[in-house]
């Protein structure tokens, strides 16, 4: 039996865009602009195409522009490059995201680092990461943004909590350990190489798992109580049936012990693209020298 409660993701996820909506009407009226947010989608990869029209739909529900540019995956670094120039450049872009992975003849790392700070949306620039980490006004990556505020959404203040963060990526582990000092958390991240992770993880009253393997979390690893925001999309075949995505965590199992766990899917999931959107929002305020309220 459940003990934790279930935090619905998909829930919170649509209270941020009504805020975000509401902000942008307020926004276009006071101001006499609209945000706008450019996705760049080079290749034909599945997963991202969808992603990258669900960015497109939520984008305009919310009353902002989105631009889509969509290049064959024979497009070179340099018209890549060409194009993240006349973006930086366009007043009308606020926010700026291209989708990854990129084809592998491109260094993604040279394209993400092209993208002008103030419009670097996904917070992966190296002067947002260092902004946020000595605590400037930082676009703060999406998927951490949002596992935060899933957190707060069970408690709102996390300070002098033990927080164990598992997993070291600069997509998800290390911003979301800079985010969670920020909220006066004890912060501890442990990776693959990490001894006896599950001792580790059993001093937590706050649990993120970013580790990208099936259910690597288990039940008995989780403190009675404890907070559990599960980062982890992992798709397992079925045999026979059609494939199941899977968290980090064995979901049941911690569920039992846990105080509040967030569920795969409608978890953390549905807050990326919440997140994309307050991070545009947050962008254009601060383009036209505006008073930060995303
Ligand atoms: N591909 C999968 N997730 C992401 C993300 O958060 N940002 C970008 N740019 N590409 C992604």
Same mark, same amino acid.
């Given at each position: 039996?459940?003990?934790?409660?279930?935090?619905?993701g998909?829930?919170v996820a649509?209270q941020? !865009?009504?805020?975000?909506?509401?902000?942008?009407?307020?926004? &276009?009226s006071?101001?006499?602009?609209t #945000?706008?947010?450019?996705?760049?989608?080079?290749?034909?990869?599945?997963?991202?195409?969808?992603?990258?029209r669900n960015?497109?739909?939520q984008?305009?529900?919310?009353?902002?522009?989105?631009?889509?540019h969509?290049?064959?995956d024979?497009t070179?670094e340099?018209?890549?490059?060409?194009l993240? =120039?006349?973006?930086n450049?366009?007043?009308?872009?606020?926010g700026?995201l291209?989708?990854l992975?990129l084809? &592998?003849?491109?260094?993604?790392?040279?394209?993400?680092?092209?993208? =002008?700070?103030?419009?670097?949306?996904?917070g992966f620039h190296p002067v947002?990461?260092? !902004?946020?980490w000595v605590g400037?006004?930082?676009?703060?990556?999406?998927?951490?943004?949002?596992s935060?505020i899933?957190?707060?959404?069970v408690?709102?203040n996390?300070?002098?909590m033990?927080?164990v963060?598992?997993?070291r990526?600069?997509?998800v582990?290390?911003?979301?350990?800079?985010?969670?000092?920020?909220e006066? $958390?004890?912060v501890?991240?442990a990776?693959?190489?990490?001894?006896d992770?599950?001792?580790?993880v059993?001093?937590a009253?706050?649990v993120?798992?970013?580790v990208?393997?099936?259910e690597?979390?288990?039940?008995?690893?989780i &403190? #009675?109580g404890?907070i559990?925001?599960?980062?982890?999309?992992?798709?397992v075949?079925?045999?026979?049936?059609?494939?199941k995505?899977?968290?980090?965590v064995a979901f049941?199992e911690?569920?039992?012990v846990?105080?509040?766990?967030?569920?795969v899917?409608?978890?953390?999931g549905?807050?990326?693209i919440? $997140?994309l959107?307050?991070?545009?929002?947050q962008?254009?305020?601060?383009?036209?020298?505006l008073?930060?309220?995303a």
């Amino acid at each position: 039996m459940s003990g934790a409660s279930i935090i619905d993701g998909k829930a919170v996820a649509a209270q941020v !865009r009504a805020d975000i909506a509401g902000k942008v009407e307020a926004l &276009k009226s006071a101001h006499g602009f609209t #945000p706008g947010l450019a996705v760049v989608l080079v290749g034909e990869d599945p997963a991202s195409q969808v992603y990258v029209r669900n960015k497109g739909q939520q984008t305009k529900e919310v009353g902002m522009n989105s631009i889509e540019h969509k290049l064959p995956d024979t497009t070179s670094e340099a018209e890549i490059l060409a194009l993240v =120039d006349s973006l930086n450049k366009d007043a009308g872009v606020h926010g700026i995201l291209v989708q990854l992975p990129l084809p &592998k003849h491109v260094n993604s790392e040279k394209v993400l680092n092209a993208i =002008d700070p103030a419009k670097d949306v996904d917070g992966f620039h190296p002067v947002n990461v260092g !902004r946020l980490w000595v605590g400037e006004p930082a676009l703060a990556p999406c998927t951490p943004t949002g596992s935060l505020i899933l957190a707060k959404s069970v408690q709102e203040n996390l300070s002098g909590m033990n927080a164990v963060i598992i997993g070291r990526s600069n997509i998800v582990g290390k911003p979301m350990a800079a985010l969670l000092l920020r909220e006066n $958390c004890t912060v501890t991240v442990a990776h693959s190489r990490t001894k006896d992770i599950q001792s580790v993880v059993k001093g937590a009253d706050l649990v993120v798992a970013a580790v990208g393997i099936a259910e690597f979390v288990k039940g008995d690893w989780i &403190k #009675p109580g404890a907070i559990v925001i599960d980062v982890g999309i992992n798709r397992v075949e079925v045999p026979g049936g059609k494939a199941k995505l899977k968290g980090d965590v064995a979901f049941a199992e911690a569920a039992a012990v846990a105080g509040a766990i967030t569920p795969v899917p409608g978890g953390v999931g549905p807050m990326t693209i919440a $997140c994309l959107l307050k991070n545009t929002l947050q962008a254009a305020q601060m383009q036209h020298g505006l008073e930060i309220t995303a």
